[in-house]
C-alpha cells in the first residue's frame, strides 16, 4: 500500500524531532548546534539536492551553515535551552549582550 500524504508528513516530523528554527541542540558527538531551517518538500530537495522531501540547516559552534536529513536520535541528541542560540555558549545572563552580538555590530550600536 502506498505511503498517504498524512503518513509521510508524520514520519518526516518524526524524522526532524523536536529540532525547532531558533533553538540550540546538542548532536551525537555533543556538539551544539542552532537549528537555523526545517524544510519540506521542494525547498529540501532543493537545498540537499537530492530526492529528500525535508532538511535541516544548522549552524555549528564554527560558524559553518550546514544542511542535512539525518533524523533525530532521541538516544544521542538532546535540547540545549542553557546554551545561547547566538554564540552556543552558556547562556548569558539577562543584562550583558551576548559576546558574539556585540562583536557582530559596529562600536557606536553595541550597547
Not at 500500500?1 to 523536536?18: E, I, K, N, Y
Amino acid at each position: 500500500m502506498p505511503l498517504t500524504a498524512a503518513d509521510a508528513a508524520r514520519v518526516h516530523r518524526r524524522r526532524v524531532g523536536p529540532r525547532r528554527p531558533g533553538a540550540v541542540y546538542q548532536d551525537t558527538r555533543g556538539v551544539p548546534y542552532r537549528v537555523d531551517a526545517v524544510l519540506y518538500g521542494p525547498a529540501a530537495r532543493t537545498a540537499l539536492g537530492h530526492p529528500m522531501s525535508w532538511a535541516v540547516t544548522v549552524t555549528g559552534p564554527d560558524g559553518r551553515q550546514r544542511t542535512h536529513c539525518t533524523p533525530w536520535d532521541p538516544r544521542r541528541e538532546r535540547p540545549r535551552p542553557d546554551l545561547c542560540p547566538v554564540c552556543l555558549g552558556v547562556r548569558h545572563r539577562p543584562g550583558p549582550r551576548c559576546p558574539a552580538d556585540s562583536a557582530a555590530r559596529p562600536p557606536s550600536q553595541v550597547g
